[in-house]
């Protein structure tokens, strides 16, 4: 493989999970033999001259919380002047540097990619992980159709696409992208920053006051407002189905967010929710594993139908019994009844049933952990992910411009 210079660039970062992501595929990049300059002009504590793990949670915060509260078409106006506002950072970087391509994380809306590129005759490989028809109901009436034409435009007229999913990868041929121009790569996780001793894991349920309960995970941020219903929904009653089987549970909800208040009112109005739950809050990445480690179940409740769970990758590294819904982004991921147990999505009555099921079969759990940190170790490590992805970056840059 030949080293290349590769600008990887998104125009912000509106999630603490998204930070996680971009700087570990270009760490991912780098190790893979790349020289690679990292441009996020908006949103990011590193664009703002900051490094620490508290100012990325809270930059993430802030734009969710202003995506909560004013208007779509004031969200989506801020989005249009975001993709302009960055246009320039990156022109001047590609002038400066002369990548061999722009890897772009793609966001709605963003066309400044894809004009650099063509303005530079430098190759952009697409980085997608949603489209606008995805969260429309997130977009004002009068930019709808515009914000579906951009995310159609700017595929098509990118030289490759990286995507997280097939459902994505079969959305894109639909519109007639090349299918030997797509490359899906699942997410991925550093596997050995999730070992955790026995000694760990008794002291973090020692200070969780769960040292002989069953402990039930959930890592999830909670910034999601269109989703918000249906995750607080499934989650709560989830809880009281398996409390009612299990009445000495513990429910770890690790990951903070703006809407973690709403949530908390819905969990504290019934007595046993409320003794029931541990919500840790927004902690910093690094700390993931430790809560991770003092988990007996892992559950997914609820998730977007076409991404790639972080949350998934995680809980394997974790070596944890996974619950995840039946869908094919997850299916993807897990294989049932081999790596996770997977109940019909939206159903609650199957979540707790499973959980259950688990939590009574020890035997059965630990098969299931073992197999998922396997299938980890082996398929979704940020190593293997940085190896594929350079290799089909070099490709694409050795083909004609599109």
Request: hydrophobic share 40%.
């Given at each position: 493989?030949?080293?290349?210079?590769?600008?990887?660039?998104?125009?912000?970062?509106?999630?603490?999970?998204?930070?996680?992501?971009?700087?570990?595929?270009?760490?991912?990049?780098?190790?893979?033999?790349?020289?690679?300059?990292?441009?996020?002009?908006?949103?990011?504590?590193?664009?703002?001259?900051?490094?620490?793990?508290?100012?990325?949670?809270?930059?993430?915060?802030?734009?969710?919380?202003?995506?909560?509260?004013?208007?779509?078409?004031?969200?989506?106006?801020g989005q249009l002047w975001a993709n302009r506002t960055a246009y320039r950072p990156l022109l001047d970087l590609c002038q400066e540097h002369r990548p061999t391509l722009i890897?772009?994380?793609?966001?709605?809306?963003?066309?400044?990619?894809?004009?650099?590129?063509?303005?530079m005759g430098i190759p952009l490989l697409l980085g997608v992980h949603e489209f606008a028809h995805h969260i429309l109901n997130l977009i004002s009436h009068p930019f709808?159709?515009?914000?579906?034409?951009?995310?159609?435009?700017?595929?098509?007229?990118?030289?490759g696409v990286m995507c997280v999913s097939n459902v994505l990868r079969d959305e894109i041929i639909g519109w007639g992208y090349p299918e030997e121009r797509i490359l899906v790569l699942h997410n991925a996780v550093d596997a050995d920053a999730y070992a955790q001793s026995e000694a760990e894991r008794r002291e973090t349920r020692r200070a969780l006051n769960a040292d002989d309960a069953v402990?039930?995970?959930?890592?999830?941020?909670?910034?999601?407002?269109?989703?918000?219903?249906?995750?607080?929904?499934?989650?709560?009653?989830?809880?009281?189905?398996?409390?009612?089987?299990?009445?000495?549970?513990v429910f770890l909800l690790i990951g903070g967010g703006v809407l973690l208040d709403r949530l908390r009112e819905r969990l504290e109005a019934d007595p046993a929710r409320r003794k029931a739950a541990r919500m840790v809050g927004q902690i910093a990445h690094a700390e993931v594993a430790k809560h991770l480690g003092a988990v007996d179940i892992a559950m997914c409740p609820e998730h977007s139908t076409f991404t790639s769970p972080m949350k998934l990758f995680e809980y394997m590294a974790a070596e944890l019994p996974i619950v995840a819904p039946r869908q094919p982004n997850v299916q993807e991921i897990l294989e049932a009844d081999t790596t996770a147990l997977l109940f019909p999505a939206g159903d609650a009555a199957g979540l707790a049933h499973t959980i259950v099921r688990l939590a009574r079969s020890p035997a059965l759990a630990?098969?299931?952990?073992?197999?998922?940190?396997r299938a980890v170790v082996e398929g979704h490590t940020w190593d293997a992910y940085g190896r594929q992805l350079s290799h089909f970056a070099e490709r694409i840059a050795a083909l004609p411009l599109a």
């Open positions: 493989m030949t080293p290349m210079k590769i600008v990887y660039y998104t125009r912000g970062l509106p999630r603490s999970t998204h930070e996680v992501y971009m700087e570990q595929t270009a760490e991912a990049l780098r190790r893979a033999g790349n020289e690679v300059i990292p441009c996020f002009p908006i949103g990011s504590a590193r664009a703002a001259g900051q490094d620490d793990a508290d100012a990325k949670a809270s930059a993430a915060l802030w734009m969710a919380a202003a995506r909560q509260r004013v208007p779509r078409l004031v969200w989506n106006l890897h772009e994380s793609y966001l709605p809306f963003g066309t400044s990619g894809l004009r650099v590129a063509r303005e709808k159709g515009y914000a579906k034409r951009v995310d159609r435009e700017v595929t098509l007229g990118s030289d402990v039930i995970g959930y890592l999830q941020a909670w910034n999601a407002l269109e989703r918000f219903s249906e995750m607080s929904r499934m989650l709560v009653e989830t809880m009281d189905r398996v409390l009612t089987e299990i009445p000495g549970a630990r098969q299931i952990a073992s197999a998922a940190r």
